[in-house]
């Protein structure tokens, strides 16, 4: 059996956004543990979600599926999902996949949060 090699923390930094940090694999096998943070995150007064991939040490296709389904979720919320601290290789799979059209992506986490009104 695979191991799970994820783990999440979520910080609410100001009034209606929360960051999740990511620390670990992306892949199929943290489905629950990535959609229990992202329901952490997206509580009742949430306008927006931030991803935070500082501490990400993998992400495979399943992880990329993964990050299409928080991104539905998101636009069934009406959040706005973003992601943060992610390093060159994966900003160009984001590229690749189009994701960076749907998922806001800076290059830190303050950026990301100054660009919630």
Not at 21 to 50: C, K, Y
């Amino acid at each position: 059996m695979a191991t799970i090699n994820l783990t999440t923390s979520v910080r609410n930094v100001k009034e209606g956004v929360a960051v999740v940090d990511i620390r670990g694999d992306v892949t199929g096998f943290a489905e629950t543990i990535l959609t229990e943070a992202f329901n952490q995150a997206s509580g009742t007064s949430a306008r927006a979600v931030v991803l935070n991939f500082q501490g990400l040490e993998y992400m495979n296709s399943s992880g990329i599926g993964l990050l299409v389904t928080l991104l539905i979720r998101a636009q069934r919320q009406k959040l706005r999902l973003m992601a943060c601290g992610l390093n060159e290789h994966y900003r160009q799979i984001f590229e690749l996949t189009r994701l960076n059209e749907a998922i806001g992506i800076f290059s830190s986490e303050g950026e990301a949060l100054a660009s919630v009104i």
